[in-house]
């Protein structure tokens, strides 16, 4: 570390260079509360799925697996929420990722305006399901690579940020 660095850690405590938010008790609350929203929301239990949010180069995907393959209870509530999603997306409605971020993520002004660029496919997966997104809008790419990397860093899935 650099000693102008070190200056100004030592004398304001924090450094504004970190991403690392992990010991911060508002960002612990955050994580805390979506992850409760999210269950209540997407009808699933974060904590028997797994969900990832990959870009793709033509727009992205959202999947859930159940994490037990025979826990057709969990693979059911994904495959409904995803069928879901995928219409109401399609719609531009995206109430659904407001209510559990308490916040517009990046990307969904645009991917709003942008719906009839946008096609929102489900598909079954062997233990879940998936919404396939895509477009061939620049525009409307980068607003979806915008939303998809903040659910990833949201959702906290270590999914890569790039297609």
Do not use: W
């Amino acid at each position: 570390m650099n000693k102008v660095l070190v200056v100004l850690v030592l004398f304001f405590g924090v450094t504004a260079f970190a991403e690392d938010h992990s010991n911060c008790p508002y960002h612990a609350q955050h994580q805390k509360q979506a992850d409760q929203r999210g269950d209540a929301v997407m009808g699933f239990d974060h904590t028997k799925t797994t969900h990832h949010f990959l870009l793709k180069k033509d727009g992205g995907v959202i999947l859930a697996d159940a994490l037990n393959s025979q826990d057709q209870e969990s693979i059911d509530q994904i495959r409904t929420h995803f069928v879901e999603i995928a219409a109401l997306f399609s719609r531009g409605d995206f109430a659904m990722p407001h209510e559990i971020h308490g916040k517009v993520p990046p990307g969904v002004p645009e991917m709003t305006a942008l719906k009839d660029r946008i096609t929102y496919t489900f598909q079954e997966r062997e233990k879940g399901g998936e919404v396939r997104i895509t477009t061939e809008d620049k525009e409307a790419l980068k607003a979806i690579h915008a939303f998809l990397r903040f659910q990833i860093e949201d959702h906290r899935t270590g999914d890569p940020l790039n297609p």
